[in-house]
């Protein structure tokens, strides 16, 4: 389970330390915000993108070669600007990074549920989840000090390093899983399954609880600023939002497999926390701030790994990383939507309404997401 969890941490790490940093790069440039906001979009577009689309190659040619593969992408186009930094170049490495990581993210997501029977996903996705956790935190901080050593080139350099380490030790350590006999299935069929509550109760919950988390790394210093605190203060919080997330996962996921939790009442309960976390964000002053990193940190760490392990559960298992990379999709949709929509409400009226809109909107996924759902019955191998 090792190298999964550091392809975890890769993916988040790559995301996070260079999004954090480009604006460094950018800043000596013509239409710096321009060029900034394509470089930062190329890498979540790929993922929104490939993800299904590799999900559903995981299925087709198992999920260990493309776990491979993606790394091996990675380390090769993080050299790319490794060796010769400039704008043309970065361009090129951030597309073929997002791509890769398209690959080997929902492909070590298979590989999490098909290594451990039912009873055992709860953990094994926590852990996977605090370690990914893991990278969303430590990305800005370490990619901030690679930067400041020997500038982005350094960074890129130790992603490199970072990605090829972890795909030769999935080599030596990730067991092959062949893939399950699968009958024909035609975009009907696909979009029948996916229109399902077994997956689209818990592709909504993790898609809600990514735009909080995002929301709240984006707007939690706006808030903590416009109530004079300082960005020590204000980057505290995020830091305590994202302990939290990594912290609760792995608990959550234990409770699971114990029975002391169930995912449906799990998930309720993670989305109504996190609906008062971004209601406590409307509270002015640092106890407001503090009290919804807290909370929204708390929610999406019960959210999410209850979430992958009912979409295990719900999935027909030749059609895992078909289902993860769905799932994956909502995921992104939900990082992009959530800022876009507390932002669109912050503009017409305040930051505090969209703070409001977006925890209404939060609360009203309770009640239907929690009902209970039912595996679908395994579908008959192709003769």
């Known amino acids: 389970m090792w190298p999964l969890y ?31 906001g394509g470089l930062l979009a190329l890498y979540d577009g790929a993922e929104v993108l490939l993800k299904p689309v590799f999900g559903t190659l995981a299925d087709k040619f198992g999920a260990r070669p493309v776990l491979l593969g993606g790394l091996a992408a990675f380390a090769a186009f993080s050299l790319i600007f490794a060796l010769a930094h400039d704008t043309s170049q970065l361009w090129a490495a951030r597309l073929g990074q997002g791509a890769a990581a398209s690959a080997f993210s929902p492909a070590a997501s298979t590989l999490v549920a098909r290594l451990h029977p039912a009873a055992k996903r709860g953990r ?29 080139p350094l960074l890129f350099t130790a992603m490199t390093a970072l990605a090829a380490t972890v795909a030769c030790w999935a080599v030596l350590a990730v ?37 909080a988390l995002s929301v709240g790394v984006g707007f939690l210093p ?110 992104e949709l939900g990082d992009a939507g959530g800022p876009m929509l507390v932002a669109a409400v912050a503009a017409a009226t305040t930051l505090t309404c969209g703070f409001a809109a977006l925890a209404a909107l939060t609360a009203t996924a309770v009640l239907p997401l929690t009902r209970p759902t039912t595996a679908p019955p395994p579908t008959p191998p192709q003769r």
């Open 6 to 36: 550091a392809a975890g941490f890769t993916t988040a790490f790559g995301a996070h330390a260079v999004a954090a940093n480009l604006g460094r790069f950018t800043a000596g440039h013509h239409d710096s915000l321009l060029v900034l």
């Open 124 to 152: 094994a996705f926590g852990s996977y989840g605090f370690y990914k956790s893991l990278g969303y935190t430590a990305g800005p901080l370490l990619g901030g000090a690679l930067v400041a050593l020997g500038g982005l």
């Open 175 to 211: 067991p092959a899983v062949p893939p399950l006999p699968r009958r024909r299935q035609n975009v009907l069929d696909l979009a029948r399954r996916l229109r399902q509550g077994s997956f689209l109760r818990p592709t909504a919950a993790l898609a809600a609880a990514t735009a």
């Open 222 to 331: 706006v808030a903590g600023a416009a109530a004079h605190l300082g960005p020590l203060a204000t980057g505290a919080a995020v830091s305590l939002l994202a302990a939290t997330t990594a912290l609760v996962q792995p608990r959550a996921g234990a409770a699971l497999d114990t029975g002391r939790l169930t995912t449906s009442t799990g998930i309720g309960t993670g989305l109504a926390i996190t609906a008062a976390g971004l209601a406590a964000a409307m509270l002015p002053g640092l106890p407001g701030v503090l009290l919804a990193a807290v909370l929204i940190g708390t929610g999406t760490g019960l959210i999410t790994p209850l979430g992958f392990a009912a979409l295990a559960a719900g999935s027909p298992p030749e059609r895992l990383g078909q289902t993860m990379g769905a799932a994956e999709l909502g995921r």
